[in-house]
Nanobody
Framework: QVQLVESGGGLAQAGGSLRLSCAAS????????LGWFRQAPGQEREFVAAISWVVANTYYADSVKGRFAISRDNAKNTVYLEMNSLNPDDTAVYYC????????????????WGQGTQVTVSS
């Protein structure tokens, strides 16, 4: 049974930083691409960042490019999202997701999802 468990969310001030983690189990982690999505109240879930398997190519939404960084540690079966220069528009529930091998930006393309972690940025 595949499980993805996010952690690291919380309250941050505008301009601050947070680091999200997502620990995976029940899958061969190194064979999977990992993505981060977010969903704000009343809005659709949106793509944030993704990292591929093997060579760890990365891809970011324009809204977070230059502020957020995705990385993975295959030895720990964990993917990270380093979030800097946070602003109130970043407030959302953040989800990690997994799919085989290659990066994708649409949520239906991912097979496995975590339960989400709340990020709140105050102005």
């Amino acid at each position: 049974q595949v499980q993805l468990v996010e952690s690291g969310g919380g309250l941050a001030q505008a301009g601050g930083s947070l680091r999200l983690s997502c620990a995976a189990s029940g899958l061969t982690f190194s064979n999977y691409a990992l993505g981060w999505f977010r969903q704000a109240p009343g809005q659709e879930r949106e793509f944030v960042a993704a990292i591929s398997w093997v060579v760890a190519n990365t891809y970011y939404a324009d809204s977070v490019k230059g502020r957020f960084a995705i990385s993975r540690d295959n030895a720990k079966n964990t993917v990270y999202l380093e979030m800097n220069s946070l602003n109130p528009d970043d407030t959302a529930v953040y989800y990690c997701a997994a799919r085989p091998k290659y990066i994708a930006t649409m949520s239906p393309q991912y097979d496995h999802w975590g339960q989400g972690t709340q990020v709140t940025v105050s102005s």
